[in-house]
Every structure is written in C-alpha cells, then in structure tokens.
C-alpha cells in the first residue's frame, strides 16, 4: 500500500498543530513504544512526565504543581470538569462555560452528565454579569479562556476568580489555557496561577509548544483536586490512575520534555514575539486591502475577506478556515512565516 506524503505545513494557516521541533520529533521517535500510563514498567518516561508537570508549573506560574501530559486539550478540559464534579456533593451539577469556550466542554457536559450554563459574551469575552446570573449552589466549575480558538481572546481571569471565591457552591475555577499558554507568559494578561485563584488549567504542548501530537497538558493547583480522578489499578505496580485513557503515547510526553528543554523560556519567548508581529503585520495588510479585522490580541488574526474569497484561496491549495461568524481564521503557528503571509496575499491579491 501507498502511505502517501502527509500535508505540507507549507500553506496551513488556521491549524494549532505545528512543525515539532526537532529534539520533539526524534524523543518521539525514541519513546514511541513506551507506556507513560504503566509507570512501574516504563520509569524513564514516567520521570520525563513529572519534568514536564515542572516546567508547565513554571510556565504557568505554579510552584509545586500536579498534573499530567493528557492526550490533548480535549481530555484535559473533560477531566478539569470530572474532577470538579467528582469533589461537588450535589446530584444536579453544572458548570458554566463562556460561549468562546472550546467544543471539548459541550463533549465534557454529555459525558459527565452535567448541565452547561453556557455565559454570552461582551464583546469576545465572557459577561461577567452572565455568569453571576448563572452561577448556583450546584455550580461545581467556573470556566475562563485564555486565548479563545476563533480569536484569540482572553477571559477577565482574576475577576472569574472573585465571583468563584464569592459563590454559594463553593465552585472551582478552570482556566483553558490549550493554545495560549505557551505564549501568555510573554504578554501583560493575567491568566495563571500567579495572577488569580485559579484551581486547573489546560495547556498543551502540541499546539504552541511545539511537540509531537498527542501531547496535552492538565495542571491542579494542589495534588489533592487529582485525588478525585484517582481509580483502582489492581493488575499494575502503581495503585491508582488519573488519567482518562489507559495506555498512553510516551512519544507526546518524551516530545513535550524535550521542547520545553530547548525551548523554554527563551525560545517560545522569540516565537512569541515572531508570531504576534506577524499577526499585526497580516492584520494591517488585511485592513488596507479593506477587510475588517478583529484586532490580535495574541498571535490569531480573524478577519472578513469574503466567504467566496476564502473558498478561492482554499481552491488554490491553502488550507483556511472560517469562525462561526465567517471570518478567516490565521493561527499564527511557528511554521506560519512572512513569507508565506506574502505568498498568501500575493495569491489573495491574483484571485480577487
Ligand atoms: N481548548 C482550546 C482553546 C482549543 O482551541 C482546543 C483545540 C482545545 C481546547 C481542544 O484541544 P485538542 O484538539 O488538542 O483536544 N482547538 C483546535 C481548533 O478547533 C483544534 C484543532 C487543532 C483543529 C488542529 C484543527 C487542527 O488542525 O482550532
């Protein structure tokens, strides 16, 4: 059979996945048949597991934190809110979750069984006057996004934090952090750990982390919030599991080691900063083509070039695509360079 040739990141430009760095795509390869999840057999990856739980804590501004190399941004947020249901004493729980919130809690709330308050925005970010509405005594979480997945936004965190401290449940805050957070700490946006009451938080090295797929992050202020997801494991050396899946790719976690080994901070710190000029540069050539914008606040411009332009673009190979709204969406990922912002727009500029 013909495997075929994998697509080029030569022309995507709305993916959170990426070019790994080198030292991630050849520790993936290394680990690639180790099983992070059966720590009493596989204890060089379990090790490079609790280094990458350290450096997430760095980065997020926790200083002994708990967590697990997850399989993405979507078991993370499951477990964020199975954890904060499994501790709640209450038969009815829900969680309110901003509309910008990611898809991945709509999966939570069905599997988990609880309901979903979803709080309208102002503007891209949350109404905090609609999620004090919403909020009860059978509020179990509270969700912030930092860094939404249409437009890069980051919810009021610190003040989330407030109206969590104040409410009647006894609620516990979970920011998703997925794409932002490898990039947040270069910015004036409070967000973390260090900046509000925050007790969980999603953030994965195969976005802007630039690891191999899977390798997502979920973080717990204290390891007791982990405790509530811990399960028997009577045939393994180790006693319990936290983890949502069972076997699980020592690739993503020896991958997300070795990023955050060449990376951090230096390196995402220049990636940062490469990404958001980019984004400002594409949004002001965007602007004086006439296109509305919305400002990139992080690295992720979202603008209205035409619903028939985006279709000829993708016609002409590049890989784009719209929000809810029906703007086109660039994330500024590290394999997202001027160059090919020019190339696009020299195509853009042909085709209209
Ligand atoms: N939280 C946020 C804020 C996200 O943006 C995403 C993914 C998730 C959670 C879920 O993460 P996982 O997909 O790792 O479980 N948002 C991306 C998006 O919808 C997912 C994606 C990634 C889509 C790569 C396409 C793609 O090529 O854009």
């Known amino acids: 059979m013909e495997l075929g040739i ?3 990141f030569s022309r995507v430009l709305s993916s959170m996945c990426t070019e790994p ?8 390869e290394r680990f690639i048949a180790t099983n992070p999840g059966d720590p009493g057999t596989y204890e060089t990856v379990a090790d490079l597991e609790s280094t990458v739980v350290d450096r997430l804590g760095d980065i997020t501004g926790l200083a002994d934190p708990a967590g697990y190399v997850a399989s993405g941004g979507t078991e993370a947020n499951i477990q964020a809110l199975r954890l904060a249901r499994n501790r709640a004493d209450t038969p009815d729980p829900n969680v309110v979750v901003p509309a910008s ?52 936004r980051v919810d009021p965190i610190p003040a989330l934090a407030d109206l969590v401290a104040d409410a009647p449940g006894d609620p516990l805050l979970h920011v998703d952090a997925a794409w932002g957070g490898f990039v947040l700490p270069f910015t004036d946006h409070a967000w973390g750990f260090a ?10 090295p195969h976005k802007m982390g630039q690891a191999v797929v899977p390798a997502g992050g979920l973080l717990a202020r204290e390891e007791s919030l982990l405790a509530e997801l811990a399960v028997d494991t009577p ?43 980019n984004a400002e540069w594409l949004a002001a050539e965007l602007r004086s083509r006439g296109a509305d914008v919305v400002s990139p606040t992080l ?6 070039i035409g619903t ?19 703007e086109a969406r660039f994330v500024m990922q ?9 190339a696009f727009l020299a195509d853009l500029d042909n085709l209209r």
């Open 6 to 8: 994998p697509q080029s």
């Open 21 to 28: 760095h080198p030292a991630a795509r050849e520790a993936a």
């Open 101 to 152: 919130g990611h898809f991945s809690f709509t999966k939570a709330a069905d599997v988990l069984g609880v309901e979903l308050r979803v709080a309208p925005l102002d503007g891209y970010t949350v109404s905090l006057e609609a999620v004090t509405e919403l909020i009860d005594e059978d509020t179990v979480a509270v969700v912030g996004v930092a860094g939404s997945t249409e437009y890069g």
């Open 195 to 204: 900046d509000a009451a925050v007790d969980t938080l999603t953030i994965d």
């Open 235 to 277: 045939y393994l050396e180790s006693t319990s599991q936290i983890t949502l899946t069972g076997t699980r790719s020592g690739a993503g976690v020896a991958s997300a080691a070795a990023a955050l080994d060449a990376l951090w901070p230096e390196g995402y710190r220049e990636q940062y900063e490469t990404s958001q000029a």
């Open 299 to 304: 690295p992720l411009v979202a603008a209205d």
């Open 308 to 326: 028939e332009t985006i279709d000829a673009v993708r016609e002409a190979g590049w890989r784009l695509s719209r929000t809810e709204q029906g």
């Open 334 to 342: 590290p394999h997202v360079t001027r160059e090919t912002l020019r």
